[in-house]
T-cell receptor, first 114, second 114 residues
Framework: AQSVTQLDSQVPVFEEAPVELRCNYSSSVSVYLFWYVQYPNQGLQLLLKYLSGSTLVESINGFEAEFNKSQTSFHLRKPSVHISDTAEYFCAVSRYNQGGKLIFGQGTELSVKP | DAMVIQNPRYQVTQFGKPVTLSCSQTLNHNVMYWYQQKSSQAPKLLFHYYDKDFNNEADTPDNFQSRRPNTSFCFLDIRSPGLGDAAMYLC?????????????FGPGTRLTVT
């Protein structure tokens, strides 16, 4: 069975500070990795994904995540956060042979304070 | 804008009283998913439709059913809601199955069981 662990349920940080949201997964087969963001009262939106190729993937709003196979991690980072980044962030995995079925972590609530 | 719409956003039902949640999409996607997200937990896939083909997750209780009368609409029926079924229910769509196809989520329906 595969699982996803997000190590921090809440991450408070001051504006313009760097942040890292941690995600580890367990799987006996190759997986694909995703980060979704959920703003208050909205649905989940895809932030970035790793399918193959470069292990460092970037989003359009300054977030990046690095796939580390040896450590089975896919941590999300941003060098300088904004108030508008306040949201819930979900890490998810999909096994290559499961037709895109997503297994989510429990989420990390990022709270950016002025 | 093309989108995934869920109605109602908030639903209150009584213990044991059947309830139906609605999802519609203007994306013309082949696949529609229903997820259950309990408080402070990860979204969990209940089932999905690929076109008219219904795919139930092995651990989805029989109390949960779904209907997809056409491409645009998908319904989640809970035959006899229990207190443990209180949750946020998320609908999502994707153009096709597989990790290369992004899932687009609606804003969710928060179900309260009294």
């Amino acid at each position: 069975a595969q699982s996803v662990t997000q190590l921090d349920s809440q991450v408070p940080v001051f504006e313009e500070a760097p942040v890292e949201l941690r995600c580890n997964y367990s799987s006996s087969v190759s997986v694909y990795l995703f980060w979704y963001v959920q703003y208050p009262n909205q649905g989940l939106q895809l932030l970035l994904k790793y399918l193959s190729g470069s292990t460092l993937v970037e989003s359009i709003n300054g977030f990046e995540a690095e796939f580390n196979k040896s450590q089975t991690s896919f941590h999300l980072r941003k060098p300088s956060v904004h108030i508008s980044d306040t949201a819930e962030y979900f890490c998810a995995v999909s096994r290559y042979n499961q037709g895109g079925k997503l297994i989510f972590g429990q989420g990390t609530e990022l709270s950016v304070k002025p | 804008d093309a989108m995934v719409i869920q109605n109602p956003r908030y639903q209150v039902t009584q213990f044991g009283k059947p309830v139906t949640l609605s999802c519609s999409q203007t994306l013309n996607h082949n696949v529609m998913y229903w997820y259950q997200q309990k408080s402070s937990q990860a979204p969990k896939l209940l089932f999905h439709y690929y076109d008219k083909d219904f795919n139930n997750e092995a651990d989805t209780p029989d109390n949960f059913q779904s209907r997809r009368p056409n491409t645009s609409f998908c319904f989640l029926d809970i035959r006899s809601p229990g207190l443990g079924d209180a949750a946020m229910y998320l609908c999502a769509t994707s153009r096709d199955l597989g990790q290369h196809y992004e899932q687009y989520f609606g804003p969710g329906t928060r179900l309260t069981v009294t």
